[in-house]
Nanobody, 113 residues
Framework: VQLQASGGGLVQAGGSLRLSCAAS????????MGWYRQAPGKQRELVAD??????NYANSVKGRFTISRDPAKNTVFLQMNSLKPEDTAVYYC?????????WGQGTQVTVSS
């Protein structure tokens, strides 16, 4: 499975960004897709993931971020609204099959105050 992420950038606090991650290769074997983030000096943390139609969010992003998936295009999206400076991080797309976990390249999200 190969993952190609896009959509990061610089935005002011209160603004919005939409991240996309397209899966290719053995994408039919994917069970879970999600987004993680890693801020400087911090551990990588789960932001949100989706299993079929069930979603899971970190408490810090609930009500502001929405994860969705287009199975036909093997793509997962992360709509980020009401962004805060503390959302600044490198965001990574993740896909999990029954036997393995795959990572996309990170995309930088910077929120200015």
């Amino acid at each position: 499975v190969q993952l190609q992420a896009s959509g990061g950038g610089l935005v002011q606090a209160g603004g919005s960004l939409r991240l996309s991650c397209a899966a290719s290769g053995s994408s039919l074997s994917i069970i879970v897709m999600g987004w993680y983030r890693q801020a400087p000096g911090k551990q990588r943390e789960l932001v949100a993931d989706i299993v079929r139609g069930d979603t899971n969010y970190a408490n810090s992003v609930k009500g502001r971020f929405t994860i969705s998936r287009d199975p036909a295009k093997n793509t997962v999206f992360l709509q980020m609204n009401s962004l805060k400076p503390e959302d600044t991080a490198v965001y990574y797309c993740n896909a999990r099959t029954r036997i393995d976990s795959y990572w996309g390249q990170g995309t930088q999200v910077t929120v200015s105050s």
